[in-house]
């Protein structure tokens, strides 16, 4: 199983038992991991709008069947572009996400 894949099935679980904040700081958690857990950066889609996709369509059990098709395009690239599990055993990779999960969540790309 890929992260990605493992990621919706978690954002799903977590849907019914909490908040509509706590689903928004899951999400958020989910895309600086998600992004951390990719083979190769973007190229083909600005890094603004890969992580608006997997926050706001594919770590949202409501809204991920309404995506637009930029954004199946999107989460389709970043189904296939992500890391297996096994990732989590690479000490390397786990203090990427680490990392990612230490900085702030921006929604602007970089000047």
């Known amino acids: 199983?890929?992260?990605?894949?493992?990621?919706v099935q978690f954002a799903d679980a977590q849907w019914r038992q909490t908040a509509g904040n706590s689903r928004k700081n899951t999400a958020k958690a989910l895309t600086?991991?998600?992004v951390a857990l990719l083979?190769?950066?973007p190229t083909g889609f600005r890094p603004v709008d890969v992580r608006t996709a997997l926050r706001e369509f594919a770590f949202?059990?409501?809204?991920?069947e309404e995506a637009?098709?930029?954004v199946v395009t999107i989460l389709?690239?970043?189904?296939r572009n992500t890391l297996s599990m096994a990732a989590r055993e690479d000490p390397g990779?786990?203090?990427?996400?680490?990392?990612?999960?230490?900085?702030?969540?921006?929604?602007?790309?970089?000047?």
């Open 93 to 111: 990779k786990l203090d990427e996400v680490l990392a990612c999960a230490g900085a702030p969540f921006a929604d602007a790309d970089p000047p």
């Open 68 to 70: 637009p098709p930029e």
């Open 60 to 64: 949202n059990t409501r809204r991920r």
């Open 32 to 34: 600086m991991a998600t």
């Open 1 to 7: 199983m890929n992260w990605y894949d493992f990621a």
């Open 39 to 41: 083979r190769t950066p």
């Open 76 to 79: 389709k690239w970043v189904e």
